[in-house]
């Protein structure tokens, strides 16, 4: 059964290999567990409660990946734009309720464009080398983050980065990138998640990884208005409310599962739509005890989406929206490459499906309290490991809910330990540069930018905003315009306006200062 739902056949996987590539996913990106509560809290939100929602929502939005989308990727709430988030709040521009509010807004826009088919236009506009050169730029890019969690780069303020000391954290981490290249060369399923293993138990042995305190953590149920103490007394307090809210969430999670099917196509994906909104609504009033779905919701339903509709706001969503959808585009389009998730003439199957639920995603996490989900690069280090279908996804996202109770043994796993695993996503996804015509400058040149700068500019979106305009440039400047497709026109656009949107007033009072 399981077999026949995920195609384990068709895709030449079993559920060993699944299981492996899903755990190798977790490890490789446990630790968002801890970091982005450390972003967000920045932006005066609860920590404790972000770690909670944090797991949460990746472990949600990965399982819908996994059952609707039959894909080996993980969603989570981004880094980067957590920073991005922590920024617009600590900076005085909004306050975090707000800020959610920008963030499901987003989301919105994402999901109307997806179902317009704007996106997979987009995707579909971009050439063959680019998509390439995108794989090998993301490589470097978390090649780059593999060798600075692991301590072999650091920070130089002379050079900007410089090579660290050989600390035994390093040697222990480089001896689990060791025991991966061996595995590897041998041809052992689970090379990554073994080596680190062997880096995790010898940090133990060292003693530079403190034992746990306790092995589970059970999270407290929260205490909210006038709900305060068991469920009983919370049904009791409020039970027409709590009606309400039972309906509204079945109802959403109905329209959910119709829409991600295309059974009602529009009709069901406008009614998730609306049922989102009347739920946002219902939060920002704060109505009904939905915060006992989960622990520590202090955080849910509180976005505020009527201050998020100002005007002055709309250029921030913009910014999101690019960020996450071109961070988005560059890791789904490597992932589903990597994944042979193409179909002959080399077109990503399923991407709609995907596009959608990343967009959906994005409001889920809005809704319980965070700041925007996307896909993850890290999965292709699962994807590696032989990860080919949403089983993939599936153990993932369940690690994750495990994760809820066992905090503080995910938390023994060192950042030197999970760093090799990425250093050998970067190495296997180089192979992509083969692909590349460097005699033909026309296509070199962009591929080439987009390359650099993913990496140098430590962002997927800039580097690919870079290589769009510079494809763009050189195919006008040489009289090829007929090989640009309309809709990469339009990306090019949206490129110039990410690039230069915060300094837009700057040039405006700079042109009327002409005249």
Excluded at 25 to 50: C, H, R, W
Excluded at 102 to 111: H, I, K
Excluded at 113 to 126: D, N, Q, S, Y
Excluded at 417 to 429: E, K, R
Aim: aromatic share 10%.
């Amino acid at each position: 059964m399981v077999s026949q739902f995920f195609q384990l056949k068709e895709r030449q996987t079993s559920i060993k290999i699944e299981v492996v590539a899903g755990a190798t996913t977790f490890l490789t990106m446990a630790y968002i567990i801890f970091v982005n509560p450390a972003v967000l809290s920045e932006a005066g939100m609860d920590q404790k409660a972000l770690i909670a929602v944090t797991c949460m929502v990746t472990a949600i939005a990965t399982l819908i990946v996994g059952t609707f989308a039959n894909a080996p990727i993980a969603m989570a709430p981004g880094m980067g734009l957590n920073a991005f988030f922590a920024y617009l709040v600590g900076s005085g521009k909004m306050d975090w309720q707000t800020a959610l509010g920008v963030v499901f807004l987003s989301g919105l826009f994402f999901l109307i464009l997806t179902l317009l088919g704007l996106r997979k236009r987009i995707v579909g506009a971009i050439p063959a080398s680019l998509i390439s050169a995108i794989a090998v730029g993301i490589g470097l890019f978390i090649t780059f983050i593999g060798l600075k969690n692991l301590g072999i780069v650091v920070k130089d303020e002379n050079t900007f980065v410089s090579a660290g000391p050989l600390t035994l954290t390093v040697l222990i981490g480089l001896f689990g990138l060791l025991v991966m290249i061996f595995f590897e060369m041998r041809g052992i399923k689970g090379s990554l998640l073994i080596g680190i293993a062997f880096s995790s138990v010898l940090a133990v042995v060292f003693g530079y990884v403190d034992k746990p305190v306790a092995i589970v953590s059970v999270p407290s149920l929260p205490h909210f208005g006038n709900i305060s103490g068991s469920i009983i007394d919370a049904l009791g307090s409020n039970g027409l409310l709590w009606g309400m809210w039972t309906i509204l969430l079945l109802a959403t999670l109905v329209m959910l599962v119709l829409a991600l099917r295309d059974v009602a196509g529009w009709r069901s994906a406008t009614g998730f739509l609306v049922l989102c909104v009347i739920m946002g609504i219902l939060g920002y009033y704060k109505t009904g005890p939905i915060e006992l779905l989960a622990p520590h919701f202090g955080l849910t339903f509180s976005l505020d989406i009527f201050e998020a509709l100002k005007w002055s706001f709309f250029a921030t969503i913009f910014t999101l929206m690019f960020v996450d959808m071109f961070d988005s585009i560059g890791t789904l389009v490597v992932c589903c490459h990597q994944a042979n998730m193409v179909d002959e003439n080399n077109r990503i199957k399923g991407l709609d499906r995907l596009l959608g639920i990343d967009a959906i995603a994005t409001m889920i996490g809005a809704l319980l309290g965070t700041s925007t989900t996307t896909a993850y690069i890290e999965s292709a280090a699962g994807i590696e490991q032989g990860g080919r279908t949403g089983l993939t996804s599936i153990v993932t996202g369940v690690l994750f809910l495990l994760a809820l109770l066992f905090v503080p043994i995910v938390g023994i796993v060192p950042e030197y330990a999970t760093a090799p695993a990425l250093i050998m996503v970067g190495l296997f996804m180089m192979k992509e540069v083969k692909k590349i015509d460097f005699t033909n400058l026309e296509e070199a040149f962009p591929a080439f930018i987009i390359m650099v700068m993913i990496a140098l500019s430590y962002s997927i979106s800039t580097g690919l905003a870079f290589g769009f305009i510079s494809f763009a440039l050189i195919k006008l400047v040489s009289g090829k315009t007929k090989d640009i497709k309309p809709a990469m026109w339009g990306i090019a656009i949206l490129s110039i306006l990410f690039l230069t949107l915060d300094r837009l007033p700057n040039i405006i009072t700079w042109l009327k200062n002409l005249t």
